[in-house]
C-alpha cells in the first residue's frame, strides 16, 4: 500500500516544479535577461555606427507622405553654435550631470501637479535614448526603459557621441530629422556653419518642430530664440559645452 502511494507522491512534486507559476517566472527572467543583453548590444553597435532609422521616424505620417529627409554628419561638421543653442535651450546642465537632472525632474513634478500643460524634466541624454531606441509618448513603462537607456548610453557613449547622435536623430521639421537637413530646409546650406542666431530659432523650434516657425518666427518662438541666443553666450562663457570639445 505504501509503495503504490510513493509514485503518487512523487508525480505531486513533479506537478508542483511544472506549476504554471514557476513557469511564468522562468520566461520572465529570460525574457528581462534578453532585454538587458540586447540593449547593451544596441548601444555598443550605435556607439560607433550612425543610427539608420528610428520608431519615430517610422510612426511619423508626415514621412510616408512627404518622404524622409535625413543626412548623418559627424560633430565636427556640426556648427559649435547649435551646439551650444540645445544646451541652452533643453539641458543647462548636460556637462555636469549623469543623464538625470534631478533638479529639473522635481520642477516639472510640482508643475505637472498644479494642472495644465504637461512639461517634462528630461535631458538630452533622456531625449536621445528616447530618439533612438522607444517611441514617444508618456506613460511610465516607457519612462522606465527610457531611464535604462539613458543610463546606459552615459556610461557607454560619453557626451560627445550622445550629442552627436543628438543632433542627428531630433526632429526638426516636418518629416525631417537632423541638424544637417534641418538647416537645409530652412535656411538652404550646410549645419556646419549656423550662425546664432539661426541655431537659436532651430533650439527654440526643437520641442515642437512642426507647430514652431523656424523661418520668420513670431510670437513666442521668436521671443525663445531671442532667449536662447542670449543663453548661448553663458553657455560659452562657463564652459556648459566643454564636455563636447575636450
Known amino acids: 500500500m505504501r509503495l503504490a502511494i510513493l509514485p503518487r ?11 504554471p507559476g514557476r513557469t511564468l517566472l522562468r520566461w520572465t527572467a529570460m525574457a528581462i535577461l534578453g532585454f538587458v543583453f540586447l540593449s547593451f548590444v544596441l548601444v ?3 556607439k560607433w555606427v550612425p543610427v539608420p532609422i528610428t520608431a519615430t521616424m517610422i510612426l511619423d505620417e508626415e514621412v510616408w507622405e512627404h ?20 544646451i541652452a535651450a533643453e539641458d543647462g546642465k548636460f556637462c555636469s550631470h549623469n543623464g538625470f537632472d534631478a533638479e529639473a525632474i522635481a ?18 541624454t533622456q531625449q536621445t535614448a528616447k530618439n533612438v531606441f522607444l517611441w514617444q509618448g508618456g506613460g511610465y513603462f516607457r519612462k522606465g526603459i527610457e531611464a535604462w537607456f539613458a543610463f546606459l548610453i552615459e556610461q557607454i557613449w560619453g557626451k560627445q557621441r550622445i550629442m552627436e547622435v543628438y543632433l542627428n536623430v531630433a526632429e526638426t521639421g516636418i518629416a525631417t530629422y537632423g541638424a544637417e537637413a534641418g538647416a537645409q530646409r530652412y535656411f538652404g546650406h550646410s549645419a556646419a556653419r549656423l550662425p546664432q542666431s539661426e541655431a537659436a530659432r532651430m533650439a527654440a523650434a526643437l520641442p515642437l518642430p512642426k507647430q514652431r516657425p523656424v523661418v520668420n518666427p513670431t510670437g513666442f518662438t521668436r521671443r525663445y530664440a531671442n532667449t536662447i541666443s542670449a543663453r548661448m553666450g553663458v553657455v560659452r562663457r562657463d564652459g556648459l559645452d566643454s564636455c563636447v570639445y575636450d
Open 9 to 19: 507522491i512523487r508525480d505531486g512534486f513533479g506537478n508542483l516544479r511544472r506549476s
Open 44 to 46: 555598443i553597435f550605435y
Open 67 to 86: 518622404g524622409l529627409s535625413k543626412d548623418w554628419e559627424s560633430l565636427d561638421s556640426i556648427d559649435r553654435n547649435l551646439v551650444s543653442a540645445v
Open 107 to 124: 520642477k516639472a513634478a510640482a508643475r505637472n501637479a498644479q494642472g495644465g500643460r504637461i512639461r517634462g524634466g528630461s535631458t538630452i
